[in-house]
Every structure is written in C-alpha cells, then in structure tokens.
C-alpha cells in the first residue's frame, strides 16, 4: 500500500481551498486597502499553497524513489530537504516583503495565516477519511466455510 493517493487527494482539496482563499482574500483584501491590499492576499494564499504542495510532492518523490521503502535514508532526506527548502523560501520571501510599499502586511499575514488553518484542515479531514491499513505483511487466516459452521452449530 501506498500513501499516495492521499497525498493526491490532499493536493486536489488543497487546491480547492487556495482557490477559495484567493477569491475571498483578494475581496477582503481590495476591500480593506485596493490594490495593495488585493496584491498581498493573493500572494499570501499562493504562498500557502506553494508550501503545501512542495510537502506532499515531496513524500510523493521520496515513495518513488525509494519504492515505498519508509526506511530508506533516501526518504527522510527528501522530505527534509523540500522542508528545509520551504523555510528558507519562507524566511527568503518575509524579508523581501516585509519593507515593500506595494504590500500590506496585515492582509498579507491574515491570509497566509487562514491558509495555513485550512490547509491543516484539508490534511485532518483527508487523513481521517483515508482508509489505508496501518499494519502491513500481516497474513490473516482464511475465514471459515459457511458449511462447517453450521455444521458445527448444530
């Protein structure tokens, strides 16, 4: 079994919730202060989106290249790296943005912070829905012909 699908499923609704999030966020942030304020929501959602798809695109990776193997060095170090990645991205983008005239930082902040929320939402609700067996190389015994019990029973 694999945890890929999960992770698609997660990409697709966390899609869907950037798209939500940009259409709300772009209205709240106009709104609130034009065109700066417009600008800094959809940057802010397409960050949040950036970061959750380079997680689960990266453990999407890491099954590939290490065939499933979850203890496989080869996986951790993916995964790390897109994590480390995202942080210096992250800590990359805060410091060029933080001074710009063209940013409002409150709307910038609050988007990024509700996509984030979402997005650990999409991830529950996936997860918690998902039906992936969580033991595996587990062989059951074959159940019991209908026959024999009965037979046994009477």
């Known amino acids: 079994?694999?945890?890929?699908?999960?992770?698609?499923?997660?990409?697709?609704?966390?899609?869907?919730?950037?798209?939500?999030?940009?259409?709300?966020?772009?209205?709240?942030?106009?709104?609130?202060?034009?065109?700066?304020?417009?600008v800094s929501a959809l940057i802010g959602a397409v960050m949040a989106f950036l970061f959750l798809g380079v997680t689960a695109a990266s453990i999407i990776v890491a099954n590939r290249v290490t065939k499933n193997d979850f203890l496989n060095p080869a996986f951790f170090l993916i995964v790390l790296g897109g994590w480390i990645l995202k942080f210096v991205v992250f800590?990359?983008?805060?410091?060029?943005?933080?001074?710009?005239?063209?940013?409002?930082?409150?709307?910038?902040?609050?988007?990024?912070?509700?996509?984030v929320i979402g997005s650990l939402v999409v991830d529950v609700l996936v997860i918690a829905r998902s039906r992936l067996p969580y033991i595996s190389d587990i062989t059951l015994p074959p159940a019991p012909d209908d026959d024999a019990v009965t037979k046994a029973d009477s």
């Open 1 to 38: 079994m694999s945890a890929v699908p999960v992770l698609k499923k997660i990409l697709r609704y966390g899609g869907v919730l950037a798209a939500i999030v940009i259409v709300v966020g772009a209205v709240a942030g106009l709104i609130a202060d034009g065109s700066r304020g417009l």
């Open 91 to 115: 800590i990359v983008l805060v410091l060029v943005l933080r001074d710009q005239p063209w940013i409002n930082t409150v709307v910038l902040f609050i988007t990024i912070v509700a996509s």
